[in-house]
């Protein structure tokens, strides 16, 4: 159900421009074992890099390899948009001193660690995260 919902937010911007298909880089971080299954599910169904601590990484996951903050600061530039399975709050202050304006920050979207609330928190409209 949530991959539906989470589609249905990224719909719009996969399909601009009359219906030219856009391709949005996009980034998937879990920090917790529930969390990692449902973002490997997620980032499968829209081709992004998943990133997962060390403790459940797997062959062919990209490794969260300093600390949260610092992590999500690193790659912030990188990516369109970023779907966030953990708490709202971590995801706030990870992102804090990154953001700079809505015209030009990622679409960020944060999804509860079982799948059943999806926020869309940053850049709705004009990042497509909505």
């Not at 998943?50 to 990484?57: E, F, G, I, R, T």
Request: proline share 1%; glycine share 6%.
């Amino acid at each position: 159900m949530i991959l539906i919902s989470i589609q249905s937010y990224m719909t719009k911007t996969f399909h601009m421009n009359l219906g030219k298909e856009i391709i949005m880089k996009l980034a998937v971080l879990a920090l917790t074992n529930n969390g990692a299954k449902l973002a490997k599910k997620i980032s499968d169904k829209f081709k992004a890099d998943l990133y997962l601590p060390k403790k459940y990484s797997y062959y062919g996951v990209n490794t969260i390899d300093k600390s949260f903050i610092e992590f999500v600061h690193s790659i912030f530039k990188n990516y369109k948009g970023f779907i966030f399975i953990m708490a709202t709050g971590i995801v706030v202050r990870a992102i804090a001193k990154v953001i700079e304006n809505k015209r030009q920050d990622s679409a960020i979207i944060v999804i509860d660690e079982k799948g059943n609330y999806v926020i869309s928190l940053l850049s709705g409209h004009i990042g497509g995260a909505n």
